[in-house]
């Protein structure tokens, strides 16, 4: 979007664009659980559990910064083709994605800060006592596999497979704003009255018309002139979680998880952020 109502928006892609140019491409590998249970040695034990939760955190953050950037990219062509279905549909998957990233990334930054100390050590594989966090663990495998689960997946799968409501996510953010421009996506994207908006006119309680008229840019920058800020807060609120993960990944990866490191460069407007402040208060306490 590079007209002058989105230029915020614009400038936000253009540094999703930059630390997405910055981001490893990696294999994760997990042990079996049945594999695991069999491993009698803590410190063994210890390096495969917590690096298998860094590996997922690794797996959060960046997944989180490639959704936004393909949904920037989904809003954008839809803009700028004037597709108003198009548009709010994109735009509801991204308030959709970042609520999804906060939701889950934000409730696993502040724990695995508290116990830093511990985790790095076990990374070098130098612990004596065990530490086990059922619920890092269920949070991050929710992020990455939640999911409607069929009827045969659900005696098969744990809850954390299972997704929630959209509007737990939502609700998560704790915007009215928000949950007033989702409203208006959802009426565009399901049917209703709103749905006809490119192509119906209603001029009085007993009057519809249908026209000819291209009112789809109009509609979009209706939204963006409305919303523009609440998108570029929502989209905040998963880049940033995303960006503490990644750097925590960053300050606990030893030799052993050196491929999951993100350059620093990409990383560098993190130490303004609030967040981050707290995160790092935690660590060196």
Known sequence: MDNEKSIMLSDLYSIIIEIESNLARVCYKFTPIDEFEKIDVIDKMQLIYWSEIIQRLHLSGVTTILRL????????????SKNYYGFCASLRGLLEACAD?????????IPISENFSHIKL???GNVEKVLISHELEN????????RKLSENERGEFQDSHK????REYLNSLQSESLNNLYSELCQVSHPSLMSFAPFLISTSDEELCLHNLCLDEELNNKILDEYRATIYDTTLFALGPSLCSLKLVNLLAGSFLEALKTNDKALETIHEYSLWIELEKIINR
């Open 101 to 109: 990233s906060f939701y889950s990334i934000g409730k696993v930054l």
């Open 139 to 146: 949070e991050l495998i929710h992020y990455i596999y939640g």
């Open 69 to 80: 950037k393909k949904w920037y990219e989904a809003i954008d062509c839809a803009y700028k």
């Open 122 to 124: 076990a990374l070098e």
């Open 163 to 166: 997704a929630k409501q959209v």
